[in-house]
């Protein structure tokens, strides 16, 4: 139900870009959120962003590099990541749910309470 591209290799302090797009035409009403997983680590959750995009969230560890945006009309949303490093080498999944204001409390939410996921793009950034 969601696809994420845009993954691949990248030096210390590139950019990459991710999406995550769906056929579903209820796309517009559930939030969507980005999280990563390196080997023998739990799932970690990066942004997350609103059904109408009024809503965005992130962690501390990509404040500030890390940028969410939704496109509605191409059931996409994307994420820029920029000053890149080796730390947030890891595969990046984006999922969605229908819960309401599940991205007002990212922090404390659980990669649980999302009910669809993508299949996940591998993002490498050497040092």
């Known amino acids: 139900e969601l696809v994420e591209s845009g993954g691949g290799l990248v030096q210390t302090g590139g950019s990459l870009r991710l999406s995550c797009t769906s056929l579903?035409?209820?796309?517009?009403?559930?939030?969507i959120a980005w999280f990563r997983q390196v080997p023998g680590k739990g799932r970690e959750g990066i942004s997350c962003i609103s059904e109408k995009a009024e809503v965005t969230s992130y962690s501390d560890a990509v404040k500030g590099r890390f940028f969410i945006t939704r496109d509605n009309a191409e059931k996409t949303v994307s994420l820029q990541m920029n000053s890149l490093k080796p730390e947030d080498t890891a595969v990046y999944y984006c999922a969605g749910d229908y819960t309401p204001r599940i991205c007002s409390r990212f922090a404390d939410s659980h990669y649980r309470e999302y009910s669809s996921w993508g299949q996940g793009t591998q993002v490498t950034v050497s040092s």
């Open positions: 579903d035409p209820t796309f517009e009403d559930y939030s």
